[in-house]
Protein backbone atom coordinates (compact mmCIF):
# COMPACT_ATOMS: atom_id res chain seq x y z
CA UNK A 1 0.00 0.00 0.00
CA UNK A 2 1.60 3.61 -1.11
CA UNK A 3 2.20 5.62 1.90
CA UNK A 4 4.05 9.15 1.81
CA UNK A 5 3.83 11.73 3.93
CA UNK A 6 5.76 15.22 3.93
CA UNK A 7 6.45 17.30 6.84
CA UNK A 8 7.13 20.81 7.80
CA UNK A 9 8.71 23.13 10.54
CA UNK A 10 9.00 26.76 10.20
CA UNK A 11 9.56 29.70 12.29
CA UNK A 12 10.93 31.08 15.26
CA UNK A 13 13.33 33.53 16.65
CA UNK A 14 16.08 31.58 14.11
CA UNK A 15 13.69 31.51 11.07
CA UNK A 16 14.52 27.49 11.28
CA UNK A 17 12.87 25.84 8.40
CA UNK A 18 12.76 21.44 7.99
CA UNK A 19 11.51 19.55 5.13
CA UNK A 20 11.13 15.89 5.18
CA UNK A 21 9.26 13.71 2.42
CA UNK A 22 9.13 10.55 2.05
CA UNK A 23 7.67 8.43 -0.59
CA UNK A 24 7.16 4.45 -0.14
CA UNK A 25 6.99 3.90 -4.28
CA UNK A 26 10.27 4.70 -4.56
CA UNK A 27 11.70 4.46 -0.89
CA UNK A 28 13.35 7.94 -1.12
CA UNK A 29 13.07 9.94 2.35
CA UNK A 30 14.30 13.56 1.60
CA UNK A 31 15.29 16.42 4.07
CA UNK A 32 16.20 20.00 3.10
CA UNK A 33 16.97 22.62 5.97
CA UNK A 34 16.60 25.55 3.50
CA UNK A 35 13.20 26.63 1.91
CA UNK A 36 15.10 26.72 -1.43
CA UNK A 37 16.00 23.06 -1.27
CA UNK A 38 19.57 23.79 -1.97
CA UNK A 39 20.70 21.82 0.17
CA UNK A 40 18.74 18.74 -0.24
CA UNK A 41 19.62 15.51 1.13
CA UNK A 42 18.11 12.24 -0.31
CA UNK A 43 18.37 8.51 0.40
CA UNK A 44 17.25 5.66 0.30
CA UNK A 45 15.23 4.89 3.31
CA UNK A 46 15.88 1.18 5.29
CA UNK A 47 13.24 -1.41 5.48
CA UNK A 48 13.42 -0.97 9.23
CA UNK A 49 13.01 2.70 9.13
CA UNK A 50 10.39 3.03 7.04
CA UNK A 51 8.57 -0.04 9.02
CA UNK A 52 9.05 2.48 12.30
CA UNK A 53 7.52 5.17 10.53
CA UNK A 54 4.33 3.14 9.09
CA UNK A 55 3.83 1.98 12.69
CA UNK A 56 2.99 5.88 13.61
CA UNK A 57 0.22 5.71 11.53
CA UNK A 58 -0.65 2.57 12.01
CA UNK A 59 -4.49 2.40 12.45
CA UNK A 60 -6.58 5.43 11.62
CA UNK A 61 -6.01 7.40 14.59
CA UNK A 62 -4.25 10.14 12.55
CA UNK A 63 -6.61 10.45 10.09
CA UNK A 64 -9.36 11.12 13.16
CA UNK A 65 -6.66 14.62 13.92
CA UNK A 66 -8.12 17.67 13.29
CA UNK A 67 -6.83 19.42 10.34
CA UNK A 68 -5.94 22.69 12.51
CA UNK A 69 -5.07 23.22 15.41
CA UNK A 70 -4.46 26.83 15.74
CA UNK A 71 -2.08 28.90 18.38
CA UNK A 72 -3.72 29.60 21.91
CA UNK A 73 -6.04 32.41 22.70
CA UNK A 74 -2.49 34.19 24.79
CA UNK A 75 0.03 33.96 21.83
CA UNK A 76 -0.04 37.41 20.48
CA UNK A 77 -0.38 37.56 16.66
CA UNK A 78 3.39 39.13 16.18
CA UNK A 79 4.98 36.60 18.47
CA UNK A 80 8.27 35.54 16.58
CA UNK A 81 9.03 32.32 18.66
CA UNK A 82 5.68 30.63 17.28
CA UNK A 83 7.45 27.56 15.13
CA UNK A 84 4.84 26.39 12.63
CA UNK A 85 3.70 22.33 11.73
CA UNK A 86 2.57 20.91 8.90
CA UNK A 87 2.20 17.26 8.12
CA UNK A 88 0.53 15.39 5.19
CA UNK A 89 -0.09 11.72 4.94
CA UNK A 90 -1.36 9.53 2.28
CA UNK A 91 -1.85 5.90 3.15
CA UNK A 92 -3.58 3.82 -0.04
CA UNK A 93 -6.47 6.11 -1.16
CA UNK A 94 -6.56 8.21 2.33
CA UNK A 95 -4.94 11.72 2.79
CA UNK A 96 -4.71 13.51 5.66
CA UNK A 97 -3.13 17.32 6.21
CA UNK A 98 -2.72 18.71 9.89
CA UNK A 99 -1.29 22.28 10.67
CA UNK A 100 -0.53 23.15 14.72
CA UNK A 101 2.21 25.11 16.24
CA UNK A 102 4.23 24.77 19.20
CA UNK A 103 1.80 27.04 21.30
CA UNK A 104 -1.25 25.36 19.86
CA UNK A 105 -3.56 24.45 22.81
CA UNK A 106 -4.75 20.81 22.97
CA UNK A 107 -2.17 19.09 20.46
CA UNK A 108 -3.02 15.12 20.72
CA UNK A 109 0.08 13.18 22.28
CA UNK A 110 0.29 10.77 19.21
CA UNK A 111 0.62 13.97 16.96
CA UNK A 112 3.97 15.20 19.01
CA UNK A 113 5.44 11.25 19.02
CA UNK A 114 4.47 11.16 15.14
CA UNK A 115 7.01 14.39 15.07
CA UNK A 116 9.55 12.99 16.97
CA UNK A 117 9.99 10.03 15.45
CA UNK A 118 10.19 11.89 11.72
CA UNK A 119 13.18 14.27 13.28
CA UNK A 120 14.53 10.67 14.87
CA UNK A 121 14.81 8.80 11.74
CA UNK A 122 16.08 11.61 9.72
CA UNK A 123 18.56 12.32 12.13
CA UNK A 124 19.78 8.95 12.47
CA UNK A 125 20.02 9.07 8.49
CA UNK A 126 22.47 11.77 9.33
CA UNK A 127 20.46 14.13 7.11
CA UNK A 128 20.16 17.11 9.46
Same mark, same amino acid.
Given at each position: ??? !??? $? =? *????? /?? %? $????? $?? !? @?????? @?? =? ?11 ? @? ?10 ? %? ?13 ? %? ?5 ? /???? /?? =? ?5 ? /???? =? ?6 ? @? *???? *???? +?????? *??? !????? +?
Amino acid at each position: MVF !SFK $Y =T *ESGGL /SN %K $YLLVS $YD !S @ATKEIK @AS =TDMTGSNLVQKTL @ADSDEETLRECF %KGDKFFDFNADYPAG %KDTEKDD /SNVL /SF =TLIVTIG /SKVH =TVIWTNKS @A *EIPD *ELTQ +IKAKIK *EVV !SNNKM +I
